[in-house]
């Protein structure tokens, strides 16, 4: 009986812990969904100009998926953080979502990987690892759901509002961990083919044609500060999955999916802004650089990638007379 009075203050000062981390882990959803907010107001103008007024492709479509669903997700994420109604029916769309969501941002990051190396077996590849991350992440968010997640009303807690989902089993920090390899190998995979060819097009490209050498600079520069935001992110969410207490397991994961889409965003209209006119002649085409590729990989050596109105091939600016030069 002696030791009565030590449990009941342990088990209050466990229940204050996990109700600061909860709290904290709503707050992190709230801030996402400002960053994204945020960003889509500071870069609206230069959407209009460069997206809106872009003819139709698949880039474009892309580009809007990415922009604007994830604001629609992180509101179903705010409803079910702050609601008390049945959170098992609410907390699995969004999720999936969510990850349907991060798997647009890999896809367009594979088609740009592609229209620069121009490797129909590296393309395999990538798109095999893509399809892998997710749905390792869908069958992992499924699993958890069904078998593991307990969703608890916060009303029975004081000061929370809202359903609070808790896993605990010894199996779900093993999973959270797992939950990202699949996706990391993909990211570092898609950032060293990126770096190895730009770096690789620097001597033959050469910095005599500015435009040229601008555009390979900021594609370089935006791949490189995706991939590090990404990773440094990610290794914040895996340090959070094996070291920290169960209830701060979902801290990052909001900031993490606001990030990959800001970031993504803002590499594709830089992009476009590169290839706006005024760094070229007038017949200069937003939509369309040529690229040069091994006979017999495409129906013609020289083929226009119109993956590139958005996510552009590298090569040759045909746009520019006299300056054609193979990548």
Not at 22 to 35: D, F, P, Q
Not at 176 to 197: M, Q
Not at 214 to 237: C, E, Q, T
């Amino acid at each position: 009986m002696a030791s009565s009075p030590v449990a009941a203050e342990a088990a209050l000062h466990q229940l204050e812990e996990t109700l600061t981390n909860l709290k904290a882990t709503k707050y992190t959803y709230v801030a996402a969904m400002a960053v994204l907010v945020f960003d889509i107001v500071l870069t609206f103008d230069q959407e209009v100009v460069r997206v809106w007024n872009a003819r139709r492709s698949l880039g474009k479509y892309l580009f809007l998926v990415n922009r604007y669903v994830p604001p629609v997700l992180f509101s179903f994420d705010l409803y079910y953080q702050l609601s008390p109604n049945p959170c098992k029916h609410a907390f699995f769309p969004p999720n999936i979502l969510g990850i349907l969501s991060l798997g647009t941002v890999e896809f367009i990051l594979v088609l740009r990987t592609h229209a620069l190396c121009q490797n129909n077996f590296l393309l395999a590849l990538l798109v095999f690892l893509c399809i892998g991350a997710v749905t390792t992440m869908i069958a992992t968010t499924g699993y958890m759901l069904e078998n593991l997640i307990v969703f608890t009303p916060a009303t029975t807690l004081p000061t929370m509002v809202g359903c609070l989902p808790e896993c605990a089993a010894p199996l779900c920090r093993r999973l959270l961990t797992a939950f990202w390899i699949p996706f990391f190998v993909c990211e570092t995979l898609i950032f060293s083919l990126t770096a190895w060819k730009l770096l690789g097009s620097i001597g033959e490209l050469g910095f005599n044609n500015k435009y040229r050498s601008k555009l390979v600079v900021v594609v370089f520069r935006d791949g490189f500060i995706f991939y590090i935001v990404i990773m440094a992110i990610s290794v914040a969410n895996l340090l959070i999955w094996i070291l920290a207490p169960i209830s701060m397991a979902y801290l990052a994961t909001s900031l993490m999916r606001s990030l990959q889409v800001t970031v993504c965003s803002r590499l594709l209209l830089n992009i476009r802004g590169i290839l706006e006119p005024k760094y070229g002649t007038k017949n200069f085409s937003l939509s369309t650089l040529r690229a040069r590729v091994p006979p017999g990989t495409l129906a013609n050596d020289e083929s226009v990638m119109d993956i590139a109105q958005d996510t552009f091939a590298l090569g040759t600016l045909s746009s520019y007379p006299g300056t054609e030069r193979k990548l």
